[in-house]
């Protein structure tokens, strides 16, 4: 007995140790420090399935070097060349033309546009998704899939592991992928290797890929309830769909996720910058997680809004902010900037309304003015900033998604998108 008491605290201070040795953060590894001091085994169980860190260590791995770039053909404000100096610097992510893009604020939209993507497909669909769901909605995704599977259509399919937990006991409805010859990864499947206690961790990305020339990317999963609604009434998603270079950014990620998933070496995460861009709208596609040393969206939109001049508009179900964003928004209002900030009225988790709550007398003493919908669920993950900046995609103002999820944002350029961004928010307004 006295050997494996032995045992134990010698685990404990080697644990201790390690999280000193992190210093990631030092409020999180002050509080794991007490749960594994004043929670015997309980605590070491916890940190085995929600503690341990797999965030990369080496920078030079996802960080490009600091070249300039030149934009004299691209008229645009200074605080967004500086946005895209950052996000290339610390994500890889280049400024793309774009040729178009297709901004969808409804479910029906959305799928009707992935659904004539899908149809229309001739060589290769890679498909990501954080739920895909066995439902209406799901299953016709799923035999639309396999009928582009058995016309020779190459599809690759990637679903969170946690996320998509209803599909763990529907193997009948992977398999039937499988027969048609549909390649399917679950993403961080729970084993008892090195990586299988890392089920604090989600891919929480949506991507829809099709013939590396149309990408899609948003908030939106593959699920009834973005279509018909549930108990919480419709669900208010906005997605993205556009052609053009920026796919490029896109099918990069996928590979990496795929590549992440097949336990292979990843590829490298520097984008080749296009030459003479003379655009309407520019985008940087930008992922953030566990597969990067920087958070790279936080940092994005914190200094987004930190640099903006007229406002901030944002839209989120789930508002529990990082320090750095609080401050960033508590700021951005005390200097004089318009920041409007619209969530759920009830979302989905009581308990996490009652954490966006708890920001709301220190953000509203500052200036910032806070708006429930009450249309439905709002879902969407939006944020426009002075009718030029648009950023949409799957990461929450939250600490998860700022933190610990495999996220995907598109940083998007231009007055016309923006204002169709801005359209939006006013209408839910």
């Not at 080697?14 to 000193?20: A, C, F, G, K, N």
């Not at 969170?160 to 398999?175: A, E, H, P, T």
């Not at 048609?180 to 290797?193: D, H, K, R, T, Y």
């Not at 900030?341 to 709301?360: P, Q, R």
Request: aromatic share 14%; with cysteine.
């Amino acid at each position: 007995m006295k050997i494996l008491i032995i045992l134990y605290i010698l685990l404990v201070i080697t644990v201790i140790l390690r999280l000193v040795m992190q210093n990631n953060n030092s409020i999180k590894t002050l509080l794991w420090i007490m749960v594994l001091l004043f929670i015997p085994v309980i605590g070491l169980i916890f940190f085995a399935f929600l503690g341990r860190n797999i965030r990369i260590k080496n920078p030079s791995i996802n960080q490009s070097s600091n070249n300039n770039f030149s934009f004299d053909n691209f008229k645009m404000p200074d605080n967004s060349r500086k946005l895209m100096q950052l996000i290339h610097n610390n994500s890889g992510a280049s400024p793309y033309f774009c040729n178009s893009i297709n901004v969808f604020d409804d479910g029906k939209a959305t799928f009707g546009a992935m659904f004539d993507a899908i149809e229309n497909a001739q060589e290769q669909i890679d498909f990501e998704f954080f739920i895909f769901r066995n439902d209406k909605i799901g299953s016709k995704m799923q035999k639309l899939l396999i009928k582009k599977a058995l016309q020779g259509v190459k599809v690759r399919i990637i679903y969170d592991f946690w996320g998509s937990y209803r599909l763990i006991y529907n193997r009948l409805f992977i398999k039937q992928m499988k027969d048609a010859g549909i390649i399917v990864q679950a993403f961080l499947p729970f084993s008892f290797g090195r990586k299988g206690l890392m089920f604090n961790y989600r891919n929480h990305r949506k991507i829809l890929l099709v013939d590396s020339k149309i990408g899609f990317t948003g908030g939106l999963n593959i699920a009834c309830r973005y279509y018909y609604g549930n108990r919480l009434g419709l669900w208010r998603d906005t997605f993205v769909g556009f052609a053009g270079e920026a796919v490029s950014g896109l099918q990069r990620i996928f590979d990496n996720d795929w590549a992440f998933a097949e336990k292979k070496m990843l590829l490298a995460n520097t984008d080749t910058a296009p030459s003479n861009i003379i655009a309407e709208n520019v985008i940087q596609i930008v992922h953030s997680g566990p597969d990067t040393f920087w958070n790279n969206i936080e940092q994005g939109l914190s200094f987004a809004i930190q640099t903006a001049q007229k406002f901030v508009y944002i839209q989120t179900p789930y508002f529990v902010p990082t320090e750095t964003v609080f401050e960033t928004l508590r700021i951005a209002a005390l200097s004089g900037t318009e920041v409007k900030v619209m969530i759920a009225t009830h979302s989905d988790s009581k308990i996490l309304d009652a954490c966006s709550a708890s920001y709301f007398r220190s953000l509203l003493q500052a200036g910032v003015r806070i708006f429930k919908y009450e249309n439905g669920f709002l879902h969407c993950k939006t944020c426009v900033i002075d009718n030029f900046i648009s950023v949409v995609g799957s990461a929450n103002f939250d600490v998860r998604s700022f933190d610990q999820n495999f996220e995907i944002n598109a940083f998007i350029y231009g007055k016309h998108t923006a204002d169709k961004f801005l359209n939006m928010f006013e209408n839910d307004l």
